[in-house]
């Protein structure tokens, strides 16, 4: 799994690095705030009076089931479960 996923990340970051190197600190630059947006969003979430406390007790049990189940929505939209 892990060198088939390399393997992706590999097909795609080499032509697009390859294309214009004068590109590679913008695309390191959108990556990095981005990155930064998940992680003030995910904080403001957890820090939420409502969902927050819920989040911080339950949330190491719901995360395994969120990811497979997000893991298995994307294998059925890229139509690879049919085979």
């Known amino acids: 799994m892990t060198i088939a996923n390399g393997g992706d990340n590999l097909g795609v970051y080499i032509p697009l690095f390859a294309g214009d190197a ?29 969902v927050g406390a819920r989040i911080r007790r339950h949330g190491h049990v719901a995360l395994p089931f969120v990811l497979i189940a997000l893991g298995l929505w994307i294998l059925a939209d890229a139509r690879v479960l049919l085979a």
């Not at 590109?23 to 009076?49: E, H, I, S």
């Open 22 to 50: 004068s590109m590679v600190p913008f695309y390191a630059g959108v990556f990095g705030v981005l990155t930064a947006l998940w992680c003030f969003a995910g904080y403001l979430l957890v820090q939420n009076r409502m």
